[in-house]
């Protein structure tokens, strides 16, 4: 299992992961963290090519 460097990991990366992780809709959490859809989706796809 690879481990995670945290230094590479954006603030709002996490943010955004764990609030779409609460409201399982991508549509709610952007939202809730006022950005567009398409941004949660960036920021999701970021964190997928790194891990």
């Known amino acids: 299992m690879a481990s995670i460097n945290l230094?590479?990991?954006e603030y709002s990366e996490i943010i955004?992961?764990?609030t779409?992780?609460?409201t399982r809709n991508?549509?709610?959490?952007?939202?809730h963290l006022?950005?567009?859809?398409?941004?949660v989706s960036?920021?999701?796809s970021n964190l997928e090519k790194r891990y």
């Not at 991508?26 to 939202?31: G, K, Q, T, V, Y």
């Open 7 to 9: 230094d590479e990991v």
């Open 16 to 18: 955004t992961f764990l």
């Open 20 to 22: 779409v992780a609460q």
């Open 26 to 31: 991508m549509s709610i959490a952007a939202e």
């Open 34 to 39: 006022c950005v567009t859809q398409p941004a």
């Open 42 to 44: 960036k920021r999701i």
